[in-house]
C-alpha cells in the first residue's frame, strides 16, 4: 500500500528547489486559497476534497456513494454522483474506511438508486469549489448548496434550501470498502439537537464514534430506520438511517454542526459545546483558513508560476492532514486496550502511517511543528504502554499492523537527537 503524501513531499521538496526560498513577510497572502484540494482525487491519488483543520480529527468531505479502489478517500473526480458529506477520511492511502456520520440533504421527493449508492445527487465540477478548510458544491437534483467547513473536532455544514418540503438524511448505515457497520444509535436531545454513535470494524477494529449534532433551525419530526445487523448468524447490533424533515423558503440556510469523539456522547457534547457554540459558519471558516494560513507559512516560495506554486503549497497541505488530533478538548481519548484514557497537558495523536511518513513527513515536522512532534512522540509512548509495542499503523485506538518495520523508533531518535520536547 503506498500513499500519496510521500509524493506530494518529493513534488513539495522539488517546487523548493525550483522556486526558492526566503523569509515570510509581514503580511502574508492568503496561503489557504492557494491550495488545491482537488489535487489527487484522480486516478490513484485517493485524497480528498474536503474541509479540514491542520492535522484535524474531523476531514468533513464529501462521498460519491459507490466503492472500490478509485473511491478509498470516498471521492472519485471522474464520478457525477454525491451520496452524502460524512466527517471521517483517509487520505492517500490503499486501503478503504472510515466515511462515518454522513449526512445528505434533500428535497423531496428524493433520488434514490439501488445498493450500494442509494440516496444521492448528481453534481457537477463546474458548481464545485475548494480551498483549505473550505468545500462547495451545488447539489443538481436538489438546487441545494452545500458548504462545509471544520475545527479540530467539528464539522460545519451550511444549506442553501430552495422554497421545498426538504429533508436531511443522517445515514449510519453506511459502509464502504473495508468497513462494516457493527451497531449505531440516533438519539434527539431536544428539537435542534441529536445525538449517537456508530461502531465499527474495518481496517480500524473496534471503531468507535460517538457524535453530538446541532441544527440551526428546529426539525420538524425526526424518522428512524432500523434493521439488525447480522453477523455469523447472529444479531451484534442495529444499524440506523435518520430523517429530519424541515420547511424551507428561498435561499433559507439551515447550519448542520457536529462534534465527533472516540470516548462517548458526552464528550462530543463537550466538543461541540467548546469549538462550535454558535451557529457561524462564517466565523469558523475564517479561524480555520487562519490555522491554515499560519501552518502553511511557515515555507514561503518566491515563484512566478501559479501552478508551481499550487503544487507546492497543495503538497505541504496534504502532510499536515495526518497524523491527526485523537483526543477529546478534556484530554480523553480511546486507546488500543480498549479503555478510556487521558492526555494531560499534552494531545493525543492517531492515524500514524509510519512507514510512508518516518523519511520526510516526520522530518519535516521536526521544522515547521516541533511542539506537534513532542505530542506525537508522547502519543506513541502511550501507545507502547497500552498496547505493548509502539505504532506501526495505527488509528481510531487500533493497531492495523499494515506494512513492515518498526519506524516510530526512528521516529522518537530522530526528535530525540534534535532536542524536541519533554517525553
Not at 469549538?275 to 475564517?286: I, R
Amino acid at each position: 500500500m503506498k500513499l500519496i503524501r510521500a509524493c506530494s513531499l518529493f513534488a513539495l521538496f522539488l517546487s523548493l528547489w525550483a522556486c526558492g526560498t526566503r523569509m515570510p513577510d509581514a503580511n502574508p497572502v492568503s496561503y489557504a486559497d492557494l491550495v488545491n484540494p482537488f489535487i489527487g482525487t484522480d486516478f490513484t491519488g485517493n485524497t480528498y476534497p474536503g474541509a479540514q483543520a491542520p492535522f484535524g480529527m474531523v476531514q468533513l468531505s464529501p462521498d460519491n456513494g459507490l466503492p472500490g479502489w478509485d473511491r478509498i478517500s470516498g471521492y472519485f473526480y471522474p464520478d457525477s454522483t454525491i451520496a452524502g458529506f460524512s466527517h471521517t477520511h483517509l487520505s492517500g492511502t490503499g486501503a478503504g474506511d472510515l466515511y462515518d456520520i454522513s449526512f445528505m440533504p434533500v428535497t423531496l421527493p428524493y433520488r434514490e438508486a439501488e445498493a450500494p449508492l442509494g440516496i444521492h445527487s448528481m453534481f457537477s465540477h463546474s458548481e464545485e469549489s475548494a480551498s483549505a478548510g473550505y468545500y462547495q458544491v451545488r447539489l443538481k437534483d436538489y438546487n441545494i448548496n452545500v458548504e462545509l467547513t471544520a475545527t479540530e473536532r467539528c464539522g460545519i455544514q451550511r444549506y442553501t434550501f430552495p422554497e421545498a418540503d426538504a429533508a436531511v438524511f443522517l445515514n449510519l448505515r453506511k459502509a464502504m470498502n473495508w468497513d462494516f457497520t457493527n451497531d449505531s444509535h440516533v438519539e434527539a436531545v431536544d428539537s435542534v439537537t441529536i445525538q449517537g454513535y456508530r461502531f465499527s470494524d474495518g481496517w480500524a477494529r473496534g471503531q468507535r464514534v460517538y457524535f453530538r449534532t446541532r441544527f440551526s433551525k428546529p426539525f420538524i419530526s425526526m424518522q428512524l430506520d432500523t434493521a439488525a445487523v447480522l453477523k455469523d448468524g447472529r444479531r451484534i447490533g442495529t444499524s440506523v438511517v435518520a430523517r429530519f424533515d424541515f420547511k424551507t423558503k428561498a435561499g433559507e440556510q439551515i447550519l448542520v454542526s457536529t462534534a465527533i469523539s472516540g470516548v462517548s456522547m458526552e464528550g462530543a457534547a463537550r466538543n461541540l459545546a467548546t469549538e462550535v457554540p454558535e451557529d457561524d459558519f462564517d466565523k469558523y471558516l475564517a479561524a480555520t483558513r487562519k490555522a491554515w494560513d499560519k501552518h502553511l507559512a511557515q515555507i514561503e516560495i518566491t515563484c512566478d508560476d501559479p501552478d508551481e506554486k499550487a503544487k507546492f503549497y497543495t503538497a505541504l497541505y496534504h502532510s499536515m492532514l495526518a497524523p491527526t488530533v485523537y483526543c477529546d478538548v478534556d484530554g480523553a481519548y480511546y486507546g488500543p486496550d480498549r479503555k478510556i484514557h487521558q492526555a494531560l497537558g499534552w494531545t493525543n495523536y492517531s492515524t500514524f502511517s509510519l512507514w510512508d511518513t518516518y523519511r520526510a513527513a516526520h522530518p519535516l515536522y521536526t521544522f515547521i511543528a516541533p511542539e506537534r512532534v513532542n505530542d506525537m512522540v508522547k502519543s506513541f509512548l502511550a501507545f507502547y504502554e497500552q498496547n505493548e509495542r509502539l505504532p506501526v499503523w495505527n488509528f481510531y485506538g487500533s493497531e492495523t499492523d499494515m506494512m513492515i518495520g518498526y519506524h516510530a523508533a526512528a521516529v522518537i531518535a530522530d526528535a530525540y537527537l534534535k532536542g524536541i520536547g519533554d517525553f
